[in-house]
């Protein structure tokens, strides 16, 4: 049963606590994506990653840090340095760059964590 | 910004009807895809529609591309109230998607 997953489902952290937030896929694809949600809002680009042991920073990636040390897992951590971390946070897959033409393909999406902070 | 921005942000339809939420951006793509997201869970890839590509049909859904506009639309055909979600379109350019902020759609039964 192919998927991509994640965990925990909700997670509560302390200020100035790191926290980190798992993704794992077994579709045997390259690129992984790290997206933060807001409320109302859409996806945020954090990290992202073509192939293991290297990733690129997306758009907030400040305040947040990921390793890519075997195709199936990219770990997400929040730092104490991220100063709203509370949100939605999803994690995505794609064949990546040996995909078809014309980009990486459709994403696949895990079913996202809820992190509050207290 | 690079993220597609969608239209209308919310819309409200009988079931039955069609709905046609449309999606704008900035920047050329290689590829623009249609999610859909249901409260608190992942999004699901509804169709992915190429840059040399002007038209795609998947079951009850039509996406269109005019890349001279930069604009694409998606049509829901014979609404259900399972349609309802949000529905985000997402362009891709080289290696990253970019998200627009959604189309909140409600299909009453």
């Known amino acids: 049963d192919g998927g991509i997953t994640q965990s925990p489902k909700y997670l509560f952290r302390k200020e100035g606590q790191n926290v980190t937030l798992s993704c794992e896929q077994n579709?045997?694809?390259?690129?992984m994506y790290w997206y933060r949600q807001d409320p109302g809002q859409g996806l945020r680009l954090i990290y992202y990653?073509?192939?293991?042991?290297?990733?690129q920073k997306g758009d907030i990636a400040e305040g947040y840090s990921v390793s890519r040390e075997k195709k199936e897992s990219f770990p997400l951590t929040v730092t104490s340095a991220q100063k709203n971390p509370t949100a939605f946070y999803l994690c995505?897959?794609?064949?990546?760059?040996?995909?078809?033409?014309?980009?990486?393909?459709?994403?696949?999406f895990g079913p996202g964590t809820r992190l509050t902070v207290l | 910004s690079q993220q597609g921005e969608e239209d209308p942000q919310a819309l409200s339809i009988q079931e039955g009807e069609n709905a046609t939420m449309n999606c704008s951006y900035k920047?050329?793509?290689?590829?623009l895809q249609w999610y859909r997201q249901n409260s608190g869970r992942g999004l699901v890839h509804l169709i992915l529609?190429?840059?040399?590509?002007r038209e795609k049909h998947s079951g009850r859904l039509r996406v269109t591309l005019d890349t001279s506009k930069k604009s694409s639309s998606l049509l829901i055909t014979a609404s259900r109230a399972a349609d309802t979600a949000s529905y985000f379109c997402?362009?891709?350019?080289?290696?990253?998607?970019?998200f627009g902020t959604g189309t909140s759609l409600t299909v009453i039964p």
């Open positions: 529609i190429r840059s040399n590509e």
């Open positions: 997402a362009i891709n350019t080289g290696n990253q998607f970019y």
């Open positions: 995505a897959s794609s064949i990546g760059p040996r995909g078809l033409a014309g980009g990486p393909g459709e994403q696949f």
């Open positions: 990653s073509q192939i293991v042991n290297d990733f």
């Open positions: 920047t050329s793509i290689n590829n």
């Open positions: 579709l045997n694809h390259d690129a």
